[in-house]
């Protein structure tokens, strides 16, 4: 399907090549080609673009540790963090070794814990297809909140249910396994590849992406390695560790993310630097283009490109 997906405007318009993002725009906003709506997206972005050419001209790898206001170092964490999050939420400890714990620490028996497995595969499918009709209407903020406190209740209930030993408290941990998968898919499955996306700046996003990723591997090693380990030592008391670990979550979140969710990648550049510049006391240099001076600013440097296209 890649070879029939459009390129990003963004991306057409640092190649100088504004007519085909002029008709990528119209496309995502599905309005027609002249309408006002489309100069403006249009607009904004090339205001943004020569914003960031300007600042790429001045500044180095270095510049990435500064405490400036598009905030770049702060985005790469956050963005990280969503996977680091995912990792250490648990998914991997359940999703790897499934079978085994239902051998192991519930005592069944080596086809029931397949069919289960099973199951709960097609459970973590099915909730996962759910996330895609409002990933973007309840957004990805609230989603990394809710869908961690509910893991956290999950893997509580997991650790209460094997601790107490029981044919019935078995069954509760195994409930409350499926449930951990259907609130996963339903939130964490999807923010954690979206956010690093969204969040980072233009000149960053390719780094942030490989940052993120890379997090995202480094921790599932840790935890796959762990996890027969410490099952074996400490039993359902392992679980205990995964549900603290998504509760603890829950602050980092509600303090330090940022809602991506209905804005475009400019304007994600200016929540950042409003936050930077309430921080500091100063006034911020919107980068929307609202003066007719910049508006005829903005126009010069199209007319530029256009040139260039033809």
Same mark, same amino acid.
């Given at each position: %399907?890649?070879? #029939? ?14 007519? @085909? ?8 906003? @599905? ?10 997206? @249009? %607009? ?11 600042? !790429? ?8 540790? !500064? ?29 790897? +070794?499934?079978p085994v714990l239902f051998q192991n620490s519930i005592g069944l028996s080596d086809t029931m814990s397949l069919i289960l497995t099973g199951c709960n595969t097609i459970n973590l499918?099915?909730?996962? *297809? ?12 609230? %989603? ?31 409930? *409350?396994?499926?449930?951990? +998968?259907?609130?996963?898919? %339903? ?41 027969? $380990? ?10 205990? $560790? *995964?549900?603290? *670990?998504? #509760?603890?979550?829950?602050?980092? $979140? +509600? ?38 001076? @910049?508006?005829?600013?903005? !126009? ?11």
């Amino acid at each position: %399907m890649v070879p #029939f997906l459009p390129e990003s405007p963004r991306w057409l318009i640092t190649k100088r090549k504004s007519s @085909e993002s002029r008709k990528v725009i119209a496309r995502l906003l @599905e309005m027609p080609l002249d309408s006002d709506e489309v100069a403006r997206v @249009e %607009m904004d972005i090339l205001a943004h673009v020569r914003h960031e050419e300007a600042l !790429k001209a001045e500044t180095t790898w270095r510049d990435l540790f !500064k405490n400036d206001e598009l905030q770049n170092l702060k985005r790469i964490i956050l963005g990280a963090g969503t996977q680091y999050f995912q990792q250490f939420g648990g998914i991997n400890v359940i999703l790897y +070794y499934l079978p085994v714990l239902f051998q192991n620490s519930i005592g069944l028996s080596d086809t029931m814990s397949l069919i289960l497995t099973g199951c709960n595969t097609i459970n973590l499918f099915l909730a996962t *297809f759910a996330a895609t009709f409002y990933v973007d209407t309840f957004g990805r903020k609230k %989603m990394m909140f809710y869908g961690y406190l509910a893991q956290g209740i999950c893997y509580t209930m997991v650790a209460i249910g094997l601790g107490v030993g029981t044919k019935k408290s078995q069954i509760l941990s195994i409930s *409350f396994i499926f449930l951990y +998968y259907t609130c996963f898919g %339903m939130t964490n499955c999807t923010t954690a590849w979206v956010y690093p996306a969204e969040v980072n700046s233009q000149r960053y996003r390719n780094l942030g992406a490989a940052v993120a990723t890379a997090t995202n591997w480094i921790s599932n090693y840790i935890v796959v390695l762990i996890t027969p $380990i410490g099952i074996s030592n400490i039993a359902w008391r392992f679980y205990i $560790i *995964f549900a603290v *670990f998504n #509760f603890s979550f829950l602050p980092l $979140i +509600y303090l330090f993310y940022v809602e991506t969710a209905r804005f475009t990648l400019e304007e994600i550049d200016e929540i950042f630097e409003e936050q930077y510049h309430k921080r500091k006391g100063t006034t911020s240099l919107r980068r929307a283009v609202e003066s007719p001076a @910049e508006k005829e600013d903005v !126009k010069i440097v199209e007319n530029k490109f256009e040139a260039v296209d033809a």
